[in-house]
């Protein structure tokens, strides 16, 4: 039984989306509207799961600014844990209501024999699970309070306030000795109207250089800033609406001048005169400098050529098959890196581009690849240098098409090289599966060192695997990620379930990935 999904609303009349409907996307679901025709249940609720529960006699936590291993560790048990969105996932009766599974890390990786899966049926938890709430469609962590323990965020923009659909609201779980437990409602800004989507998208870093978290959030109607330290109820010590970007679709942040203190940088998306969309610098004086040079849909921020100074890496994924304007990607998308410096990106730096046309690079840019729709920047063998991972969820894999696959380009101190590039399908020797059509294999992407030897792992996304979503993680090693003894978790051994929705377990990693 299918049932057309009611279509967002979105003001910025100059966006300009794909020109055909990616093949998972376009499927019908059913709508909150037809609610009393599915009889739905609005009581049925999905309890918070733990198998084990992760270690109580957890090391005492450090307590001071948000380093990367505090910004990931929910239990302070000093291994960085990994958060995944399922926003499909059914509660109960309640399609699409959302869930978000944390797997906890340890010296032999992630698995689901230590796990929590948070609903908005779980204890403490604000909010009641609704059909298509999609709770989970965003996902990061920082340390909010400064108690030591990292704080989940999750981004629920489909969620509705009264009779308002998609408004959107912003989640945080706490983190404790013990793992997550208890939560609270950030507030949004005031006025949000319908399809808003508020906190479709995510970032935090400490701005103030305080030591203090501090959250930038996106949507439709505009992007929100927080500064921390935040209280238990979710309040922050001050909160910003910043209305004069308009629709807003992404944010990044981290130190590109090596001050101590992160830059904000806001993806506003697709407009009439930059269907790559333009890329914009917040000073810490609150004034906005466009990037005239740069595109990106996504983006994140690490130290690639081992300078010291942060690097901005953006995603651009749609190329003239999927969108018509002035300024399409590459053929099968691209990625675009600026470089930091003591005086930080400046607007004359021109990027360097990679895309799958670029020597050293496996494969060949293909119509509608979507090199560039989700990546990460992280350090996968030690060598000091952070690499990147590009996913490209749009990649056909001999005739199975939206199969996907990933790309890891290395790090160096001559910048982001294609020296050594290796690129990764379910088909690769080693992974678990086999390539499909539709499975959307990196459609979210993730790097971190969730075993504590200093080398990250890979992780992945496959949203699309069968009707409930996979997670392939490779650990990393001298030689980068090994798919050797790689491992893959879907979303049923999870613990999640469905209903009509497919669940698309591994849809949100913190990894940055384009919501548009």
């Known amino acids: 039984m299918t049932h057309t999904r009611p279509v967002p609303h979105t003001p910025d009349p100059g966006a300009v989306m794909p020109s055909h409907p990616h093949p998972r996307t376009s499927r019908t679901f059913p709508s909150r509207f037809l609610a009393a025709a599915i009889a739905v249940s609005a009581t049925a609720t999905l309890t ?14 450090y307590r001071g600014a948000n380093t990367a291993a505090v910004q990931d560790d929910f239990n302070g048990d000093g291994y960085r844990d990994v958060a995944v969105g399922a926003p499909g996932a059914a509660n109960g009766s309640v399609d699409a209501a959302g869930a978000v599974v944390v797997l906890y890390g340890s010296a032999t990786g992630v698995s689901t024999a230590h796990r ?27 340390d909010l ?30 983190g404790g000795s013990s793992g997550l437990k208890g939560g609270a409602s950030i507030s949004p800004p005031t006025g949000l109207d319908e399809w808003c989507g508020f906190a479709a998208g995510l970032a935090v870093g400490d701005v103030t250089g305080d030591g203090a978290a501090d959250i930038g959030v996106t949507g439709n109607c505009g992007a929100t800033t927080y500064n921390g330290p935040f209280t238990r109820t979710g309040g922050a010590a001050v909160r910003h609406f910043v209305n004069d970007l308009g629709t807003n679709r992404g944010v990044v942040m981290g130190d590109v001048d090596g001050d101590g203190r992160a830059e904000r940088f806001w993806l506003p998306g697709p407009t009439g005169g930059d269907v790559s969309g333009p890329v914009h610098a917040e000073g810490h ?47 099968g998308g691209e990625i675009q890196v600026l470089y930091g410096s003591a005086q930080g990106i400046s607007p004359e730096q021109k990027p360097q581009i990679i895309h799958q046309d670029t020597a050293g690079v496996p494969g060949s840019g293909e119509d509608g690849d979507e090199f560039g729709m989700s990546l990460d920047v992280g350090d996968t ?11 490209a969820p749009g990649e056909a894999v001999g005739t199975a098409k939206y199969a996907g696959g990933a790309t890891l380009l290395r790090g160096s101190a001559a910048g982001l090289s294609t020296t050594g590039a290796v690129g990764y399908t379910q088909n ?4 678990p599966g086999t390539a499909e059509s539709g499975d959307t294999f990196s459609a979210s992407t993730h790097l971190v060192d969730v075993t504590k030897e200093g080398r990250a792992e890979t992780v992945v996304g496959a949203p699309g695997e069968n009707s409930d979503g996979l997670l392939w993680t490779a650990r990393g090693s001298a030689s980068g990620p090994v798919p050797s003894g790689s491992t ?13 929705a497919d669940i698309d377990f591994g849809a949100a990693l913190p990894g940055a990935r384009s919501t548009i």
Do not use: C
């Open 428 to 431: 690769t020797s080693g992974i």
């Open 381 to 391: 063998n030690g060598d000091q240098y952070a690499d990147v991972l590009v996913g």
């Open 285 to 331: 004086d609150g004034g906005y400098t466009e990037l005239p040079l740069a595109d990106g849909l996504s983006g994140r921020i690490g130290d690639i050529n081992g300078d010291g100074y942060g690097d901005l890496v953006t995603g651009v994924p749609y190329d003239a098959s999927l969108t018509s304007g002035d300024t399409p990607a590459h053929r």
């Open 488 to 500: 893959t978790i879907s979303g049923t051994a999870a613990g999640l379930t469905r209903k009509y």
């Open 145 to 174: 309070d400064r108690d030591g323990y990292a704080d989940l965020l999750i981004g629920t923009p489909s969620e509705s306030a009264g009779t308002m659909e998609g408004v959107g609201s912003l989640t945080v779980v706490w």
């Open 48 to 61: 918070a799961v733990a198998v084990p529960a992760p270690p109580a006699a957890a090391a005492a936590p």
């Open 116 to 142: 929590t899966v948070i609903t908005q049926a779980t204890s403490g938890i604000p909010g009641t699970p609704e059909e298509w709430d999609q709770f989970g469609t965003a996902v990061t962590s920082a």
